[in-house]
């Protein structure tokens, strides 16, 4: 059994010299659909600020202005416009879907397009709207590089499971029905990261974040994350979630409530200080 | 008799630690019509920093990338879509309406939409031109969890009271003609909080907060503190005007004018350090 | 002979508690047309930070989202909606109209809007490129409460006087043909503000000043002061302008080149110094 | 052969008391085309941070907003206005061309206005999707002022030069067919300066620069300084691409990643320090 903590300091790694932007991978965020603009923005804000390479965001046109007034860091195209949506899914080494995304038609067909064109070297990650569609359309998987970003209820809707039933054994095994590989993370009062025979509970985060918009932090930063910590997947998606709750804890000393776009703004200090550190522990796989 | 101090160290208390987004509340913010854009955007900024789990805002269509740019934490709608409306409307915990509404054709049918669709478990805050709108149109209030926050002008205009009479004995008796349990936040530079049988004078704010948008940033901060804290409307509301005018005060010690933005940046910091005392007083309710 | 640092100290006075937003005026700012938006933005970031009650904006109804993303506190209308510009003339204590205007048919017919729909009592300063409109057809001034505040070559074009010919006496002169009590704000390095009978050089100031967006900045905090400090015209506008330079000093100490941004984000905060101060000085007024 | 440091000390000189806007220079930016909007924006920040006295962007007109919800500093209009266009590229010292400017029809033509327009007096900067366009339609360069900013992909392609041959005496070869005095930053892990004769390797930066925008932040950088130091073109360049990268070594002592807009945030601090000393030194020209 290993702690959160350590394996986030054991992903966070210092930067090798010799390395350029492609060495901190492309990312594509899609959502951001009307009337959940806000979402996107969160997410890109946690993406590019935990260091991914270069970040393209797909969102409505009208969402494109607020979210360059926060970050004009992300390139930004127009999601309905499916021949760059194509090209971009193409360029890109992790791909996040969902938050904000909304379920209508073009959110589902939007989620379509980028299923169809995946493949098994890209990371996907699912999350928000996109869990939802997930669930009610019954849309196949095939990359085997999957994460699901769940709360309790889109894990309900996703896996059949109630959520009193949430626990271990019961997340594990609705897992088996999914691509091989695939990561859960269970987001609840005791975040835990599985895959079908690893869990990993957070052990941080507090009430301080029960506010709209932290998941679409999480989800980004897990984005960043996965585009730059190559080496074991489920490490680093504990090590991105684990950080982001880490962040939240320390500034709630300050604050009743924390912002999504407060944990953004702080994620590079933090990432600096993790990667100074040199512990090489390793979290319960079996 | 007792102190709005000690009824905002009563009513912010720390979070309990079994507790979720929802736990914080649902609120909808309706407002910010051409022109008056910014005013539903200080509402929210600071209804968000105030610790409301999610807050969703109706305006123009023309003044959500505006809002995003400051929050992207606030989902957005455009208020002249009915149906998307009126769904929020239903799924709200408290409904904050006049920030900015303007008194055109499409406020004054935006307003009774909220007023024929609200029910009694619901809060609902007018502010601001909704204000207006009640006196101009004569409309009628049902839910019985009603909360007004007029300067002097607009109280007289809608209790028929002069400036110079509004003392205590006349408001209280004005609000008799509104639903029982409406709260009067009687702004002036004395501003007092109201119910037909009970006051609390604030005995905090100056003149550094006589600038454009302090009321919406009070309606919203209202607004979230209703969302949030629910043993006491009366005492939250208290808890709420007080805080605003506390942190004004605060802030006034190093500047000629206090912002509305600025109080909105550091309340999360001031209602933790009112979270970590722990008085356990109570107001002037007879 | 009066030194304009203990004018600045002399006006900038501590609020009276008895006072509302009516106390710091309404003021209108005119500009920002296509492509010089920014400019009356960073007028009116000056102008609110300055403490004026209640700012509203007309311009471009494009440049609306940016000012509120910058700036929730003005209202903003379309300059071109001459029912609602009207409106909001008959409104305000104080005009500013110039800065970023443009000098097209629409600019040129929204300044004698202006001239025509404004009395006595109010207040008018032009800046930018309604002091060219003004030169260029020979517009006329009715208001006896004018700013003007020309760079060299704008001022070159009002008054015919070669900007080497711009010493107190010509100008003084030129005064004399424009309507009696005309304060001039002649910016250049010796930045002197005049009155037909009075003159006053700030003594402050430096080249980290010579940016795009300084005169709008100068312009808005103008436009702020005479909304609060009405006791004398002349040491009002000497006292804005003297704090403009004040504040670019300051930041100079750690600044290659002051932004006209930075110096607004620190009016209220040296206002606040200065209206502690206690100085009791007047400038030279024959 | 001398230091870059000693070269960024001895460009960044203290500002004459005697100067103005003009003495800063007029700067012309050209790019942000969809969807790399952001890219103009993050130039526009880092050349008004560097002290350019006027500075003007020609971009889409949807990125107007988002451009001065960051920097109402700047003036802004539409690209494909080419009667403004051309207007503005006669009155502007620098022109900088190409970051984020995309590479379809309009960039071709914008970018062709700007090559036939342009006159040997003034100084061009060719960055990102211009130098492309260059490439590709071996477009002619008239003017002796031109400075490239490629990184390695962009040289191999106007070069002819595979990366790993992109050695010291193969690049400054390559510009032998370029006009007269044409200067290369040649950015990778060891960004370079050339001449045909002279180079300057920077010494300084590092994997947290590996983030996408930089390369706007560095070209936004360079027109600035160009704007104000004008002895000697080669000095100047060097010493803003130092700058850019001994900025972003400071802010790595607190930061994983070191985000464009962070940078450009303390240019003015940076530039303070820098001239404030003193040393006169000059780098490998022969």
Redesign the interface.
């Known amino acids: 059994m290993f702690r959160a903590d350590e394996i986030a300091q054991k992903v966070?790694t210092p930067?090798?010299?010799?390395?350029?932007?492609g060495?901190?991978g492309r990312v594509l965020l899609i959502g951001g659909h009307?009337?959940?603009?806000?979402?996107i923005?969160?997410a890109a804000?946690a993406c590019?600020?935990?260091?991914?390479?270069?970040?393209?965001v797909a969102t409505d046109r009208?969402?494109?202005?607020?979210l360059?007034?926060?970050?004009?860091?992300?390139?930004?195209?127009e999601m309905s416009d499916k021949e760059?949506l194509m090209a971009a899914i193409g360029q890109a080494e992790v791909i996040l879907i969902g938050s904000g995304l909304s379920e209508d038609t073009l959110a589902k067909s939007v989620f379509e397009t980028a299923l169809e064109n995946i493949n098994a070297s890209q990371t996907l990650i699912i999350d928000g709207s996109a869990l939802n569609l997930l669930a009610r359309y019954k849309l196949t998987l095939k990359t085997n590089k999957v994460i699901l970003t769940p709360h309790q209820k889109e894990w309900e809707r996703l896996s059949g499971l109630e959520i009193k039933k949430q626990n271990a054994t019961n997340s594990q095994s609705a897992l088996a029905d999914l691509p091989r590989g695939t990561i859960l993370v269970a987001k609840s009062?005791a975040t835990t990261v599985y895959t079908v025979d690893s869990a990993c509970l957070l052990g941080v985060g507090?009430?301080?974040q029960?506010?709209?918009?932290?998941g679409d932090t999480l989800a980004g930063m897990i984005a960043g994350f996965c585009a730059q910590f190559r080496d074991n997947l489920f490490e680093t998606v504990v090590a991105a979630a684990y950080l982001h709750s880490y962040i939240a804890d320390r500034l709630?000393?300050?604050?009743?409530?924390?912002?999504?776009?407060s944990i953004s703004q702080v994620?590079?200090?933090v990432?600096?200080e993790f990667?100074s550190l040199s512990a090489k522990n390793s979290c319960d796989q079996s």
Do not use: C, W
């Open positions: 966070i930067r090798p010299r010799d390395s350029h932007k060495s901190f009307y009337p959940y603009g806000g979402a923005i969160m804000l590019v600020n935990s260091g991914a390479g270069l970040v393209s009208d969402n494109i202005t607020a360059h007034a926060h970050l004009p860091e992300a390139m930004a195209f760059r009062q507090g009430p301080y029960a506010t709209g918009g932290m709630s000393k300050d604050a009743y409530v924390v912002l999504p776009t994620i590079p200090k990432m600096k990667s």
